[in-house]
């Protein structure tokens, strides 16, 4: 069964910092691409960042690049999102999602990890 | 930024109805579309990509169609677990994006 389980999110204050992490389990964590994708509170989805199956490519939303950094560790079977210079419009449940190889949707989705950016 | 424009946005239904949602394209993304059932403090679930695919174990009464610009996700029967809401997302170039969410609320 694929399991994905996020976890080290939590309060922090406007342009802090905080390392959310995805642990998986379940298929060949290092044939698999995987994003992240938020959700504001009472808001819709949207995608964050990309990591391609080695790490050597990634893709970010215009909104958190620079500021935000995935990385992976495949003998850990985890990606990482290591977010800075948090705002408050970054508050919102992280969820880490195995793609589908190259055609860029969803097929398993973790529980999700609450982020909250406020003083 | 391809934008992903879902109408509309509260459909109001009843248990056996047939329903449509729609999806917009602010440029022709082929076929690579796909639809999410998301319910109340859980994780989206993938239904359907590559437009009409059904993801393995999604009941055969939901289906999607369409191409370019202008996609569909119907449910032919509803059954009072479909009562959700629903995300389209485009998975052609990123960045990638989802449409605004549908709510599928009971009449």
């Known amino acids: 069964e694929v399991q994905l389980v996020e976890s080290g999110g939590g309060l922090v204050q406007p342009g802090g910092s905080l390392r959310v992490s995805c642990a998986a389990s379940g298929f060949t964590f290092s044939d698999s691409s995987m994003s992240w994708v938020r959700q504001a509170p009472g808001k819709g989805l949207e995608w964050v960042a990309n990591?391609?199956?080695?790490?050597?490519?990634?893709y970010y939303l215009d909104s958190v690049r620079g500021r935000f950094a995935v990385s992976r560790d495949n003998a850990k079977n985890s990606v990482f999102l290591q977010m800075s210079s948090l705002r408050a419009d970054d508050t919102a449940v992280y969820y880490c999602?195995?793609?589908?190889?190259?055609?860029?949707?969803?097929?398993?989705w973790g529980r999700g990890s609450l982020v909250s950016v406020s003083s | 930024d391809i934008q992903m424009t879902q109408s509309p946005s509260t459909l109001s239904a009843s248990v056996g109805d047939r329903v449509i949602i729609t999806c917009r394209a602010s440029q022709s993304i082929g076929r690579w579309l796909a639809w999410y059932q998301q319910k109340p403090g859980k994780a989206p679930k993938l239904l359907i990509y590559k437009a009409s695919t059904l993801e393995s174990g999604v009941p055969s009464r939901f289906s999607g169609s369409g191409s370019g610009t202008e996609f569909t996700l119907t449910i032919s029967s509803l059954q009072p677990d479909d009562f959700a809401t629903y995300y389209c997302?485009?998975?052609?170039?990123?960045?990638?994006?989802f449409g605004q969410g549908t709510r599928l609320e009971i009449k």
């Open positions: 990591i391609n199956q080695d790490g050597s490519v990634k």
């Open positions: 997302q485009q998975h052609n170039s990123y960045p990638i994006t």
């Open positions: 999602a195995r793609d589908s190889g190259i055609y860029r949707y969803f097929v398993s």
